[in-house]
């Protein structure tokens, strides 16, 4: 069965420094690939996604993220952090023809500190 | 362009009792979603909707109904409300089945009291 694991639940970074948030997914094949954002109180925002392609993809706000068929992992990063980053992240994977079989992982919660 | 809406943004039902979550979307997408979100356990697909008058069972439906009539309106029914529905809800909405990335609401915070 397919899964999605954030190992970090909770991360804490200073204003300005770099941020790398893991994912890891177990899938039969490549699967859709997406990172969301939710703030406090609001809905899901896609960040960005990736299926096929150039395996850095860009999304909005400043942030990336790898795909890496070896490692089955798919990584969020952003060099510099601001303190309108702090939010919930989620890493969701998913492949079906009505996409109801996507996958959300259980998010990993920034914080950012001044 | 208000994208996906839902109400109402915060509800406090007693046991047993029902009610209906509106969905609603303007970006005339065929496919709509509804899932549930508890702390630490990201969502969980309730139902899904694939066009106006097709829908079925997500991965946790049971203690929920959903209809669509229209393409723009996806309500989530709940007939008698449990304890165990305390709980987020999101309604999303896709122009392709998924691949495309969800368009998410504001939520539904429910309290099951």
Redesign the interface.
């Known amino acids: 069965a397919q899964s ?1 694991t954030q190992p970090d ?1 909770h991360i804490t970074v200073s204003e300005g420094a770099s941020l790398e948030l893991r994912c890891n997914y177990s899938y039969g094949a490549t699967p ?1 690939l ?1 990172w ?1 954002v939710q703030s406090p ?6 960040l960005l ?1 990736y ?1 096929s392609g150039d395996t850095l993809v860009q999304g909005i706000k400043g942030f990336e993220a790898e795909f890496k068929r070896s490692q089955s992992s798919f990584n969020l990063r952003k060099p510099s952090v601001h303190w309108s980053d702090a939010a919930e992240y ?1 890493c969701a994977v ?1 492949a ?5 079989n ?6 990993t919660r920034l914080s950012v500190l001044p | 362009n208000a994208g996906v809406t839902q109400t109402p943004k915060f509800r406090i039902l007693k046991i047993g009792q029902s009610m209906t979550l509106q969905c609603t979307q303007d970006m005339n997408h065929n496919y709509m979603y509804w899932y549930r979100q508890d702390p630490g356990m990201g969502l969980k697909l309730i139902y899904y909707s694939v066009g106006a008058g097709i829908t079925d069972k997500g991965e946790v439906p049971n203690g929920y109904n959903v209809s669509r009539s229209t393409t723009e309106d996806f309500p989530l029914r709940l007939e008698l409300a449990a304890p165990s529905q305390t709980s987020v809800y999101f309604c999303a909405s896709s122009s392709v089945s998924g691949g495309a990335g969800f368009y998410f609401g504001q939520g539904t915070r429910l309290t099951v009291v």
């Open positions: 999605v639940i859709y997406f969301y109180g609001q809905g899901l925002q896609l996604k299926f989620f998913g079906g023809n009505y996409g109801q996507f996958v959300f992982g259980p998010g």
